[in-house]
């Protein structure tokens, strides 16, 4: 084998590596993550109902309001305990930093301040990296 040959299997090698590790990490995360929202949302299963009167809903902002009489969240016999986003835009991680698209979920309790947030960054033209947050 000359060098040439021994350069291409170790770059292979390597690059194979990196892509298997980088593969791994990515089930580890979500697997964790639906493993912490299970147990948030668990956590929530037996707590009372939120009960929302008139005065509460004319608390909350306009397009919230709108959107609970718009897809029928307040019919009788639907118990509202958790909420569940779904967020799409830009942002950046410091105040000078460059834009980036990202994706995400939430979710959230009501009666208690609790939530996780998943959301899939994209740094750079396919680049693209995971971020959670949870309390």
């Known amino acids: 084998m000359d060098w ?3 350069l291409v299997i170790t770059v292979v090698v390597i690059g194979s590596g990196l892509l298997i590790a980088a593969l791994v990490q990515n089930f580890t ?3 964790n993550v639906k493993k912490e929202t299970a147990l948030l949302l668990q956590a929530c299963a037996h707590e009372p109902v939120i009960q929302l009167n008139e005065e509460r809903l004319q608390q909350l902002p306009p397009p919230v309001l709108r959107w609970l ?3 029928r969240s307040l019919d ?3 118990p509202i305990r958790s909420v569940r986003i ?3 835009g830009m942002l950046r991680t410091k105040p000078e930093g460059a834009w980036m698209p990202f ?3 939430q979710y959230s309790l009501l009666d208690q301040p609790s939530f996780i947030w998943m959301a899939r960054i994209q740094r750079h033209r396919g680049l693209r990296f ?3 947050t949870c309390t």
């Open 130 to 132: 995971m971020a959670e």
């Open 76 to 78: 009788a016999g639907k």
């Open 103 to 105: 994706r995400a979920k």
């Open 69 to 71: 009489r718009l897809t």
């Open 29 to 31: 995360f979500r697997r």
């Open 86 to 88: 779904r967020q799409e």
């Open 4 to 6: 040439l040959q021994i």
